[in-house]
């Protein structure tokens, strides 16, 4: 059973800086994407950022230029780096796995952490 913990959030001022972390458990399949979505309250999830396990990387435009997503396959972690915050990126982040095996794909998904961008 793999789970996702992720840390990080908090309150910063607009123009700030905040990296969220995810820490997986569990077994990890070399075939896997893991991404950072986040949600507004009353609206849908949305894909901030994914990276592959070949190091493909997706941005939303939204954050291109400002949010820098990586990972370390050692230690099962992907990062966001979270630059030049503005309040319209306040949500609660989530992290998420897509773990392909020979058998398919599962998806999982962390608890969420707050972000709040507010002077």
């Known amino acids: 059973q793999v789970q996702l913990v992720e840390s990080g959030g908090g309150l910063v001022q607009p123009g700030g800086s905040l990296r969220l972390s995810c820490a997986a458990s569990g077994t990890i399949f070399n075939l896997n994407t893991m991404a950072w979505y986040r949600q507004i309250s009353g609206k849908q999830r949305e894909l901030v950022a994914s990276?592959?396990?070949?190091?493909?990387?997706n941005y939303d435009d939204s954050v291109k230029g400002r949010f820098t997503v990586s990972r370390d396959n050692t230690k099962k972690m992907v990062l966001l780096q979270m630059n030049s915050l503005k309040p319209e990126d306040t949500a609660v982040y989530y992290c998420k796995l897509d773990n392909t095996s020979p058998f398919g794909k599962t998806t999982y998904w962390g608890q969420g952490t707050q972000v709040t961008v507010s002077s």
């Open positions: 990276i592959t396990s070949y190091g493909r990387i």
